[in-house]
């Protein structure tokens, strides 16, 4: 099945630095630095970007995360469930912004 998304894509990560190599050096040296171990685990970090991964709909980041939160030891439990994590602030920052249309509904109608 074809997709706009190619899983070989994520292997040519690096060549988006082509056109212009040490701004591209310098993300690369940051997010090495964001997920090496820290006061969280690179297991904690690898789960934490599976949530956001699936927050953004990034299948690039799924398709790395997914991979790494195994390489670091994280169950199939716990990847669901920073899935659902990710679902609930999602749904949860979806359901809050309705305080917004109550607030514009309650101006019109008075």
């Known amino acids: 099945m074809e997709t706009y998304y190619n899983p070989a894509d994520l292997a040519k990560f690096a ?6 190599k040490e701004l ?24 934490i970007a599976l949530a956001v991964a699936h927050a953004v709909q990034c299948p690039y980041c799924i398709d790395a995360y997914s991979q790494e ?11 669901t469930e920073a899935v659902h994590v990710a679902g609930a ?3 949860g920052a979806a359901i809050v912004h309705g305080v917004q249309m109550r607030n514009v509904v309650k101006k019109i109608s008075m």
């Open 89 to 91: 602030i999602k749904g």
């Open 69 to 79: 939160s195994l390489a670091k030891g994280a169950t199939l439990e716990q990847m």
């Open 24 to 47: 591209m050096n310098k993300f690369f040296a940051w997010y090495g630095a964001v997920f090496a171990e820290g006061a969280l685990s690179e297991r904690e970090k690898a789960l």
């Open 15 to 20: 060549e988006v630095g082509e056109g212009n």
